[in-house]
């Protein structure tokens, strides 16, 4: 089955512990990205990647850092975690930029 | 500035009601307009795809049209299933990331 699989599903944490949210896709694709979002705000991008060892900056990059060092995993890094960055967290996948995206399940992180 | 506006922010219907939702868009060259429908706590779950003006999808109860400035996706005969926040989405300009609207929530009750 196609999926991108994201973990945990539930995070909470306190002010400047690190953490990564993992992100895995099992259908191939060159291209994945980082989103949060928040009412009011909808759907933003934090980072993204073309393809392996190829990352750069969504709207939103400050307080995050990710890798893609194989095709299918795309981590997110929080190394100082502070409250303003608690959010509804998804990553996504598709095969180009303008292919249809299959999105993870969501992570929910509080960071207190 | 690549941006996306959906309209109504909220619509209730009535089972069988049918109704539309409408995505304004400012990008030069578009590249791809997306529709998506999201679940409360869940992830966006793909609908359709549309790359130029004219073109038209259907699914179900859902169809999705394109213009030059706007899509619509119109929802004939809705059930309380399809109660969900509907978000639209264009790739920028640049090609490199999805720019999303905020979102039209539906409610259909029986």
């Known amino acids: 089955e196609a999926q991108v699989t994201q973990n945990p599903r539930y995070l909470i944490t306190v002010t400047g512990k690190k953490l990564t949210v993992t992100c895995s896709q099992n259908?191939?694709?060159?291209?994945m990205s980082w989103y949060r979002q928040d009412p009011g705000l909808g759907l933003r991008q934090i980072y993204y990647s073309m393809n392996v060892e190829v990352t750069d900056k969504g709207d939103v990059p400050e307080g995050y850092k990710v890798s893609r060092k194989e095709k299918r995993n795309f981590p997110l890094i929080l190394e100082s975690p502070s409250p303003n960055q608690t959010s509804l967290y998804f990553c996504a996948s598709s095969l180009v930029i303008n292919t249809e995206a299959f999105f993870g399940q969501g992570t929910r992180l509080t960071v207190v | 500035e690549d941006q996306v506006t959906q309209s109504p922010e909220a619509l209730r219907l009535q089972e069988g009601e049918s109704s539309s939702l409408n995505c304004s868009y400012t990008?030069?060259?578009?590249?791809?307009l997306f529709w998506y429908r999201q679940d409360p706590g869940k992830g966006p779950e793909f609908l359709f795809t549309?790359?130029?003006a004219g073109e038209e999808k259907e699914k179900e109860r859902l169809k999705a049209t394109l213009t030059k400035k706007e899509s619509f996706l119109h929802i004939t005969a809705p059930k309380p299933e399809d109660s969900a926040t509907y978000l639209c989405a264009v790739t920028n300009q640049a090609g490199t990331a999805l720019i999303f609207g905020k979102g039209t929530t539906l409610s259909v009750s029986s």
């Open positions: 259908m191939n694709h060159e291209y």
């Open positions: 549309l790359y130029s």
């Open positions: 990008v030069s060259g578009l590249r791809g």
